[in-house]
């Protein structure tokens, strides 16, 4: 088996040390890729801070042309990236695909920004003394951005971090989850080669393999600018709490919650929540977790949640039909399983699933739960639904609030009260009217409140967030 090298300066090298990544459905050993240390990562540090000095000032022509060459490079090599994320996470292997077209339109979504981000002219002259005075503000460049990345969507995740950096002249040093690691090599690999091929001497990214524990030495170095995070809101948080003087942008966990109201669809509803609820076993951090049905459809929409679910199919994620293969891991398997089983000794009730086979965890509904209970207070980033009824629009959306999280929420209805109420009061970033919370376009923007982060990805969001403003006032 090769083993993977990554890239330091711009050239890929080895170490002495080797990380095994297994894949998570047979627990076979399926890569291995050589592990940085200390002494790489501040060797890239210092690469990247020169060549920062080159990219920031890459006229924008050759900037978008340069994104539109890593998309077309991604979109021939579209089967043999969505066949390497399956193989390292597990990935069922028709999400795998559509995480590929997706990171193909956020480099080509890059591109497409790099050519107009704005800037603006303010007139000065507002007070006496200050006649004839005009101010220009543009966006600059921050520096090195620290990308660390999570392994659930390991293709176009670590595209949002790049594709906007690169945008905006910033170079960046990727630090890939460490399940999921020739992922992010592959990737890298392409943008090497794109700026070969345009002539450029210089690779404005970096990929290291080292442990998160090596990269947090480094997380207040002053050559970083920027320390943009994708991952748990536990790790997040901390992390914030290393940092010095360096921004910090936090795109964090969730518990989604959806409402189903008497005027909605129920067909469409229950169809659209078992795919944002058991989709590549609910690993996501918008997967569809708390359901909130009104009392008068909800014995219907049970019913009909239960029926489908049963048609969900779970096993080989290297099966076109396969829905639900493996969690990442069996421990994490086995932790959700043990919140099922204690949300049911406090009075829960099993609708389906609950069924655990390695690291294999079975479509699960759970109904009469409680709000403190695990299941519905924390994250479960797994294949688990709960079922609650309400009574009026407004206490459902009390419901959905009743969280320390707050990324996106799903809301089925036919009544634009309802749907504007919802957007108005439900406290997430984002509110999807007539379809589930883990709907998710790349140029929207998208990021959470409270403990599910402190910013907004999206192409156009996250150049904002990676430049600052500067302005030039002309007497």
């Not at 990247?48 to 077309?72: C, G, H, M, W």
């Not at 999921?180 to 690779?203: A, M, P």
């Not at 709490?241 to 795109?251: A, D, G, I, P, W």
Request: glycine residues 6%; negative net charge; aromatic residues 8%.
């Amino acid at each position: 088996m090769q083993i993977e090298k990554f890239l330091i300066r711009n050239e890929f090298v080895s170490s002495d040390e080797i990380t095994e990544i297994k894949n998570p459905y047979t627990n076979e050993i399926v890569k291995k890729v050589y592990r940085s240390n200390e002494h790489h990562i501040n060797d890239s540090l210092d690469y990247l801070l020169n060549a920062f000095n080159q990219f920031k000032s890459t006229p924008v022509y050759l900037r978008a042309e340069l994104l539109d060459k890593i998309s077309s490079k991604i979109k021939n090599k579209n089967e043999d990236l969505a066949q390497l994320i399956t193989l390292e996470t597990g990935k069922p292997l028709k999400f795998s695909r559509i995480e590929v077209e997706r990171a193909v339109l956020t480099f080509r979504l890059g591109s497409e920004e790099s050519k107009r981000i704005e800037g603006e002219v303010l007139s000065l002259d507002i007070l006496k003394g200050s006649e004839n005075v005009t101010g220009i503000v543009k966006r600059f460049p921050l520096g090195i951005i620290l990308a660390i990345t999570p392994w659930n969507f390991p293709i176009n995740l670590v595209a949002h971090k790049l594709a906007p950096a690169l945008a905006s002249g910033n170079v960046v040093l990727l630090k890939p989850a460490s399940a999921s690691l020739t992922c992010g090599i592959e990737l890298v690999k392409i943008i090497k080669e794109s700026c070969e091929e345009l002539k450029l001497d210089y690779c404005p990214v970096n990929v290291v393999t080292a442990s998160g524990s090596d990269i947090e030495k480094f997380i207040s170095d002053e050559r970083i600018k920027l320390v943009s995070f994708t991952g748990s809101s536990e790790v997040g948080w901390k992390l914030k709490k290393k940092v010095n003087r360096q921004k910090v942008s936090l795109e964090l966990g969730g518990n989604a919650g959806v409402i189903v109201d008497e005027s909605a669809d129920i067909n469409d509803s229950v169809k659209k929540i078992i795919t944002g609820g058991f989709g590549q076993a609910g690993q996501s951090c918008i997967s569809v977790q708390r359901v909130f049905v009104h009392e008068n459809v909800y014995d219907e929409f049970e019913k009909l949640l239960k029926q489908e679910t049963g048609k969900v199919k779970t096993g080989n994620p290297f099966k076109y039909d396969t829905d639900v293969a493996s969690m990442i891991t069996e421990k994490d398997a086995e932790k959700i399983e043990d919140w099922i089983n204690e949300a049911i000794n406090e009075g829960a009730v099993l609708l389906t699933g609950g069924k655990r086979e390695n690291a294999i965890l079975q479509p699960t509904i759970l109904v009469d739960t409680k709000k403190e209970m695990k299941v519905n207070a924390k994250e479960v980033f797994a294949p688990l639904i709960t079922l609650t009824r309400f009574s009026t629009f407004k206490e459902a959306v009390e419901e959905v609030n009743d969280s320390d999280f707050g990324l996106q929420a799903g809301v089925f209805t036919k009544n634009i009260d309802n749907a504007f109420y919802a957007f108005n009061n439900i406290e997430t970033g984002g509110v999807i009217i007539n379809n589930v919370s883990t709907y998710r376009m790349d140029s929207m923007p998208y990021g959470g409140l409270k403990d599910s982060g402190n910013a907004r990805e999206g192409i156009k969001y996250a150049t904002e967030e990676m430049t600052e403003r500067k302005v030039m006032v002309i007497s």
